[in-house]
């Protein structure tokens, strides 16, 4: 299928002006073709020195399809043992990096995307998305999601011209990295809530016509769930557009707000190693088990709002317990920065506490914890900590779930209703 970008061009109800950078959104088996095409006799023969950034694995997947392009770009292959979206990926790709090269193509999933997208930027020239796997919802992103000096940060990147997924590659890839994506898509619903939350309470920017986009992003994932499992390329396209669709609704936002709230907060926590050795697992498999986390936290938010056990009180700052974490990661600077200024202060605390009745109605929205982790399982995705590795044990007097959902708003100068939680003392507590 070919998704016609312009649509999404253009003012907006919402009372801006959205644009899309990507002009090209191709999803088709052969798309390598058509892309082979372009580049020998086509649109892009205006680039004379183009280049395929890939790593060993993803080179191994694309070799086929991409045959006959020999002559006509270099290709760079990264080795992907410990290839991470960070300071060190983007050194080894510009090791062997040439002057002369004008367009990147981009083949491989998240983290191939990432170091282009982020070398385009600073090169100052374009790249293609050739995605080897649907695993993310990134591809068409305006940001790179870098871990840079041990920060998990999103740093100012270009967005593909186009983007050629070719089904044949992408549908073949291994399932726990479709398994991923699925994960990816379904972060969005937390992540939704937390920006309509955000809206409600601080006036925040919200476009109704982005959060339908986000929206049928996720109808159409669950919908295809069974085929997926089965193989079906159809149902591979079906998932691949749809991450495509919230990639281009970050696009349209300008940022990643409709698709990243507490969930992947989370994510990027554990990928920051604070409170946690290393992980071996894919950016969507983390976002898996914090959306649960988030799903069961936010359901006993609303639970006790309605039962009126929560009231609205000042943020005390920064714990002494999550300053020593971070000051013993050597990160405390990069953090405080990070949350200056605190987005806890754009409301007051009886803003918050008039708002308790219709932020339980956005939180009720949201699917239960437990039927989300019936249908992650039914999907093949990772549903419990330790599919990626992790136990819940105690780590200095509170469980590593509770530091983990109390620490994870940190990561991320953005508001959502895991940060709001900072704000909300039980009833019992504040009268004792
Ligand atoms: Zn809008
Ligand atoms: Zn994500």
Redesign the pocket.
Known sequence: MEMDSREYNGSCSCGREHHIAVDTLCIVSGAADKLKDELINGKYTVYKYPVILCDDNTWHAVSEVLNGLQKRCDRLMLPSDGLHADNHGVALAKENWKEEYDLIVAAGAGTIHDISRYIAHEKGIPFLSFPTAAS???FVSTVAAMTWDGMKTTLPAVAPIAVYADTRVFSKAPYRLTASGIS?LL?KYTALADWKIAALLTGEHFCSRIDKMEQKALAEVLDCIDDLRSGKEPAYEKLMSALLLSGLAMQMMGNSRP??GAE?HISHLWEMEVINAPLDSL??EK?SIGLLLVLEKYQWIAEEIRKRGLEAVPYQGMQESVIKYFSDKGILEGVQKENTPEPLHSFTVEKLQVSLPLIADILEELPACEEMEKILKKAGCAYRMSDIGLVDEKVSGDTFKDTTLFMSPYVRNRLTMMRVSWMLKSVKETRS
Request: aromatic fraction near 0%; avoid cysteine.
């Open positions: 993310v919802d990134g990816d972060g698709a990243s992947h950016h969507g976002v």
